[in-house]
């Protein structure tokens, strides 16, 4: 069964510190990516996906994510946070025959001025 | 594009009783999927629809959930005899293919008193 771990569940930053966030996998078969973003008060929403083709993708506001398929990895990195980033960020990822996404737990960023 | 609709936004109920959600998706989004997300937690998948077709449930769900699409457009999900367990937030979501991440509505938060 596909399963998706975050081991950081809460991050806290100053402004323009970078960010990494760890997300791994366990899935051996072909597998598609996502990163979504939820802010306070607010749905859902997609920050990057990875597919297939250049494993370095980027996403919107100045995010991005690698994918390492040796390591069962997509952390995502941002090199300057600001405090409008301030959210709960989920990894997810769906592979074989089925079009479900398989969420992690969620890591909660904190970024102060 | 006017997004995934839930309606009602909230709902309180007392335990016993039955409750249904409504879910429209984006306009011609033929997936449609059904999720369930609790406090620290990442959304965890219920059941997803291709047109009307429901192609997959979650073995962890009970029978006392059921959702439907008849005419392939929005979709209703019922809980009957609910549970101080079953308050969470259901979350919807629809994609045109698999190719494209699933777009998440704001979700229906149930509280079981």
């Known amino acids: 069964a596909q399963s998706v771990s975050q081991h950081n569940h809460h991050v806290i930053l100053s402004e323009a510190a970078s960010l990494e966030l760890g997300c791994n996998y366990s899935y051996g078969g072909t597998v598609n990516l996502f990163w979504y973003v939820q802010y306070p008060g607010q749905h859902l929403q997609l920050l990057l996906k990875y597919f297939s083709g250049d494993p370095l993708v980027k996403g919107i506001k100045g995010f991005e994510a690698e994918f390492i398929k040796s390591k069962f990895s997509f952390n995502l990195r941002k090199p300057s946070v600001q405090w409008s980033d301030t959210a709960e960020y989920f990894c997810?990822?769906?592979?074989?025959?089925?079009?479900?996404?398989?969420f992690g737990t969620g890591t909660r960023l904190q970024v102060f001025p | 594009d006017t997004g995934v609709s839930q309606d009602p936004r909230h709902k309180i109920t007392k335990r016993g009783q039955n409750v249904t959600f409504r879910c429209d998706p984006i306009s011609e989004h033929n997936r449609l999927y059904w999720y369930r997300q609790t406090l620290g937690q990442g959304p965890e998948f219920l059941t997803y629809f291709q047109n009307e077709a429901q192609l997959e449930k979650s073995r962890l769900l009970s029978d006392r959930f059921s959702a439907e699409r008849p005419k392939g457009s929005f979709s209703t999900l019922e809980i009957q005899r609910t549970e101080q367990g079953d308050s969470a937030m259901y979350l919807c979501a629809s994609s045109l293919s698999r190719q494209l991440a699933p777009s998440f509505g704001a979700g229906t938060r149930l509280s079981v008193l």
């Open positions: 997810a990822v769906n592979g074989g025959n089925t079009d479900k996404l398989i």
